[in-house]
């Protein structure tokens, strides 16, 4: 609960620093959303709505939406109705993300052509436009071989990541960054190649400062980190300008509505 409250607090920080300028429009049950519960949103390549929900995995072309639920009857299939994540695999394919593993859905043929699955260890899926796809784990790292068409362990994960979908992301040349909490620098994952056999591929990481306190709570969205430091300070660092700006000390702000949450919850 803690984490999901400082995420969606520098969220709201990172959109009330954004542009002004925007239009919104309501999607639900009335236009055929299967659960009012999204977990993930994904805009395609093609411009397709994509939405994860608690029932079924949700597309919208913006006049109807078509829903994807398991079905065990066909050949392959969503291994869970729970969508927790949608990220790009290629300009045709998507990751599809449940809480039972990763799926490829293909956008051609609407259906789901693999399932992959990482037992007992929590995994996130991270990719960018291009479909450079990595698996952060809490104990080891893959990436997605398209030689051989499946991921590939690159290494164990000798990391502290409190949450795992707000830790990292992939850039558009396909490196993986990663800030782990109680630290104060910023760890850089690059391979040589997505797209070679496995055995030619090498493993590339560095690391770069990234704030003078250690960072405690992190939210990364499209190269912006958002980071909240053991002072409580709220700072916006932005990958490719390699800019930092300070927005203000929410400590009281922080501890007040985490307050009221764990009261709501009791």
Not at 173 to 181: A, F, R
Request: net charge neutral; glycine share 6%.
């Amino acid at each position: 609960m803690k984490i999901y409250l400082a995420s969606l607090l520098i969220a709201c920080f990172q959109v009330m620093l954004a542009s002004s300028s925007y239009s919104s429009f309501t999607i639900n049950h009335l236009q055929g959303l299967s659960n009012s519960a999204v977990l993930s949103i994904l805009q395609d390549n093609q411009g397709l709505m994509w939405f994860g929900t608690y029932d079924g995995l949700n597309c919208y072309d913006g006049r109807t939406i078509d829903v994807f639920r398991t079905d065990f009857s066909k050949g392959r299939t969503l291994d869970n109705n729970i969508i927790s994540r949608i990220q790009i695999a290629s300009d045709d394919k998507l990751w599809v993300q449940s809480y039972s593993g990763v799926n490829l859905f293909s956008t051609d043929s609407l259906s789901v052509i693999d399932n992959y699955v990482f037992p007992d260890e929590e995994v996130i899926v991270f990719s960018n436009r291009k479909g450079d796809s990595w698996i952060v784990g809490k104990r080891n790292l893959y990436y997605y071989n398209t030689y051989h068409r499946c991921f590939v362990k690159a290494g164990a994960m000798n990391l502290n990541l409190e949450n795992l979908q707000q830790s990292a992301y992939v850039d558009g040349q396909g490196g993986l960054h990663i800030v782990p909490v109680n630290d104060t620098k910023m760890i850089h994952f690059s391979l040589s190649s997505f797209s070679a056999d496995s055995l030619q591929t090498s493993l590339d990481v560095t690391s770069s400062p990234l704030h003078s306190k250690v960072i405690k709570k992190t939210f990364i969205q499209s190269g912006v980190i958002c980071f909240i430091d053991e002072a409580d300070d709220l700072y916006l660092y932005d990958v490719s300008k390699k800019s930092k700006v300070y927005i203000r000390n929410i400590g009281e702000l922080y501890r007040k509505y985490l307050r009221f949450a764990s009261e709501d919850y009791r």
